[in-house]
């Protein structure tokens, strides 16, 4: 998975919490991605970095938000956790100028809200 | 509204056959177009990607046939083996921005 890990693997939580997943990777690529993926709708992007405090909302940013203090890491923060954000929850990195468009991704976290 | 189509939702093909799944796209400005492999508790893997100034890419067994004017392009798996087994996705994105939008995805059993 190209030098990519996220952590926690698995998570299960009750609705109303704050929940952070991590993404951390060891290629030093410029930019990270949060995707989620649901059955139907393939991965829909939530959140982006293209740069140390550099981030921008992707297609369903709303719940979410993001941290990028370091270039290996990438965190993804669900404010108040609902039902529906109940997912798998993948980073993708990618590096910066022709490569720029070749993600790649880490082993994905699922998640459930209860 | 799902800016990348894909069909079919499955696909069972007979080991030694061609898998084909088809994706068509709404925005001209898409200028890049990647395809994903991923198998169960995976994440997506980077397959073969293609760029609209070409109308085919070829990387082994795989294929990417691309069509402008249609706004589609669609993935050959030649000789499909049952290890070919996973979901596919196709995808867009654009030179201006890092939103890359993927198809639903197409499951795909190769049968031995």
């Known amino acids: 998975d190209a030098g990519i890990t996220q952590s926690p693997r698995h998570k299960v939580t009750e609705t109303g919490t704050p929940v952070t997943l991590r993404c951390h990777q060891t290629?030093?690529?410029?930019?990270m991605y949060w995707y989620r993926q649901d059955p139907g709708h393939g991965l829909r992007l939530i959140h982006y970095?293209?740069?140390?405090?550099?981030?921008d909302k992707g297609e369903v940013s709303d719940g979410y938000s993001v941290s990028r203090s370091k270039t290996e890491d990438f965190l993804l923060t669900l404010e108040s956790a609902t039902s529906s954000q109940t997912s798998v929850y993948f980073c993708?990195?990618?590096?910066?100028?022709?490569?720029?468009?070749?993600?790649?991704f880490g082993p994905g976290t699922r998640l459930t809200v209860t | 509204q799902q800016q990348v189509k894909q069909s079919p939702q499955s696909l069972i093909v007979q080991k030694g056959g061609i898998s084909i799944i088809n994706c068509a796209y709404e925005?001209?400005?898409?200028?890049?177009f990647p395809w994903y492999q991923q198998f169960p508790g995976k994440g997506p893997a980077l397959l073969i990607a293609?760029?609209?100034?070409?109308s085919e890419k070829k990387e082994g067994r795989f294929t990417i046939s691309f069509n402008k004017s249609a706004k589609q392009f669609s993935l050959h798996i030649m000789d499909s083996q049952p290890g070919d087994s996973a979901t596919y996705f196709c995808?867009?994105?654009?030179?201006?921005?890092?939103?890359?939008?993927f198809g639903a995805g197409t499951r795909l059993t190769v049968k031995p």
């Open positions: 993708a990195i990618s590096n910066s100028g022709g490569k720029r468009y070749e993600q790649y």
């Open positions: 970095s293209y740069g140390v405090k550099d981030t």
């Open positions: 293609i760029r609209p100034d070409v």
């Open positions: 290629e030093n690529h410029r930019y």
């Open positions: 995808a867009a994105s654009m030179s201006n921005n890092n939103d890359m939008r």
């Open positions: 925005n001209t400005a898409f200028d890049y």
